[in-house]
Each structure stands twice: as structure tokens, then as C-alpha cells.
T-cell receptor, first 109, second 113 residues
Framework: RKEVEQDPGPFNVPEGATVAFNCTYS??????FFWYRQDCRKEPKLLMS???SGNEDGRFTAQLNRASQYISLLIRDSKLSDSATYLC??????????FGAGTRLTVKP | NAGVTQTPKFQVLKTGQSMTLQCAQD?????MYWYRQDPGMGLRLIYY???????DKGEVPNGYNVSRLNKREFSLRLESAAPSQTSVYFC????????????FGDGTRLSIL
């Protein structure tokens, strides 16, 4: 079983739609959690950290459920520029950082 | 504002050749990482160094070696390159604290013929 698993996607949504991505992790001792965005053939870039109480950054909302070992990302009012691959990242107890395989989002006009 | 610098950006090797990928960061981060990314897949951790003087295996360490030369530099070596190691390699660094994210280099695109 992979340590970090994500919805396989792809997600194809119209502009203005709300879309949600899910991620599960296997190591209950994991320390911290992040969502990254990756554009084609580019390096991953931090979208947002995920805090225990949940957090919001504009149109983006991240949630963490430690009991279920589950992380989510909600994007409201999708824009064309949101088209990218979204990567779930988990910091393990040994400071290793593990990535999910990513979920590809395409927002269409 | 260099951040994380990887060299080279592109390389073509023949099977059996050796090569070292270089990575340097100027953010005074304790932790550094090497990943590979194959088409349509996420990043897989090859090796990491939680702090200067330590290195640990990740998910896919076979065929690679690493050296944490100092706090700034973390190199990845392919002793005998194989076509299966054709990939994009990313180096990253982070502060060794909970909730501190990683910062990535631009990647090295490596092809092995």
C-alpha cells in the first residue's frame, strides 16, 4: 500500500465549479500536511499547508482528519488558471516528505 | 533569491555511464531531498537528509547514492546508469520543523540511452 494515496482523477470541470480532492495517508505518526500544485514539466509549488483545525486561503479550503488519516482540498469558483496537477504531501515522523501521485484538474471555459 | 539550484538542467547518458546531480540551497535549511518523477506520476522519494551528516533511504533508493557535502549541498550519484533511471529529478529543501514546507529546484531532465 502506498503511504500517500490520492483520487486518481482526472477532473474536468467548467469554470465556476466547485471541486474537491481527497488524500489518505498510512502513517498515523505523520507530522504535517501540505497541498502542492504542479504545472506541466515544472517544479511543484506550495499551494497551502493543512492545519488540524482546517484552513482557508481565498477560494481554497484544506481540511485534515487525523482520526481517519484523511486530507482534503476544496476549490471554489474554479478558474482556468487552476488547471494543474494537485499533489498531497505528508511529512513523516523521520522528516521524510512523501507525495501522492497527484490529481490532474482541467478547468474548461 | 536563488533558493534551490540544480545542475545540470538536462543530461543525456549512455547505459553504464556514471553521473552526479548537484543541488545547493541558500536558505540555511537543515533538510534536503531527492525525488524522481516519471511521466504521469507523482514524485517518489529517492533519498533524504534530515540534517547535515545524516542520510536516509526513501521509497526508491536502488541504483543511487547520495552525499550531504555540507549544509548547503546534497548530491545524487548514479554509478551505472540504466534506461529505467530516465526521469526528471527534483531536489528540495526545508526547515526541519513541523509545518515547514519544501522548496524545490527547477529539476534535472535525465535521459539514459
Amino acid at each position: 500500500r502506498k503511504e500517500v494515496e490520492q483520487d486518481p482523477g482526472p477532473f474536468n470541470v467548467p469554470e465556476g465549479a466547485t471541486v474537491a480532492f481527497n488524500c489518505t495517508y498510512s502513517n498515523s505518526a505523520s507530522q504535517s500536511f501540505f497541498w502542492y500544485r504542479q504545472d506541466c514539466r515544472k517544479e511543484p509549488k506550495l499551494l497551502m499547508s493543512v492545519y488540524s483545525s482546517g484552513n482557508e486561503d481565498g477560494r481554497f479550503t484544506a481540511q485534515l482528519n487525523r482520526a481517519s488519516q484523511y486530507i482534503s482540498l476544496l476549490i471554489r469558483d474554479s478558474k482556468l488558471s487552476d488547471s494543474a496537477t494537485y499533489l498531497c504531501v505528508v511529512r513523516g515522523p523521520d522528516n521524510d516528505m512523501r507525495f501522492g501521485a497527484g490529481t490532474r484538474l482541467t478547468v474548461k471555459p | 533569491n536563488a533558493g534551490v539550484t540544480q545542475t545540470p538542467k538536462f543530461q543525456v547518458l549512455k547505459t553504464g555511464q556514471s553521473m552526479t546531480l548537484q543541488c545547493a540551497q541558500d536558505m540555511n535549511h537543515n533538510s534536503m531531498y531527492w525525488y524522481r518523477q516519471d511521466p504521469g506520476m507523482g514524485l517518489r522519494l529517492i533519498y533524504y537528509s534530515a540534517s547535515e551528516g545524516t542520510t536516509d533511504k526513501g521509497e526508491v533508493p536502488n541504483g543511487y547514492n547520495v552525499s550531504r557535502l555540507n549544509k548547503r549541498e546534497f548530491s545524487l550519484r548514479l554509478e551505472s546508469a540504466a534506461p529505467s533511471q530516465t526521469s526528471v529529478y527534483f531536489c528540495a529543501s526545508s526547515e526541519k520543523k513541523v509545518n515547514q514546507p519544501q522548496h524545490f529546484g527547477d529539476g534535472t531532465r535525465l535521459s539514459i540511452l
